[in-house]
């Protein structure tokens, strides 16, 4: 199903694990850039390497861009 959501940001919350964490990888393999929300940021930080490499595998580029809040 496309969503059109491809080049778009998101917010998922609850992403260090479970379905949270599904919720942010789904969105990153459509070509949505996920801002990711937790109580664990270290869990996070995998989880940030992991998305950028689903959004960007297909265009050859891999970047990171975190966001603090």
Not at 11 to 34: D, M, N, Q
Request: aromatic share 2%.
């Amino acid at each position: 199903m496309d969503l059109q959501l491809e080049s778009r940001a998101a917010l998922a919350t609850g992403a260090s694990r479970g379905i949270g964490r599904a919720i942010a990888l789904g969105l990153a393999r459509g070509g949505v850039k996920p801002a990711v929300a937790a109580r664990r940021v270290n869990l996070l930080e995998g989880l940030a390497r992991e998305a950028v490499y689903y959004r960007h595998r297909d265009a050859g580029r891999r970047r990171n861009e975190p966001l603090r809040l």
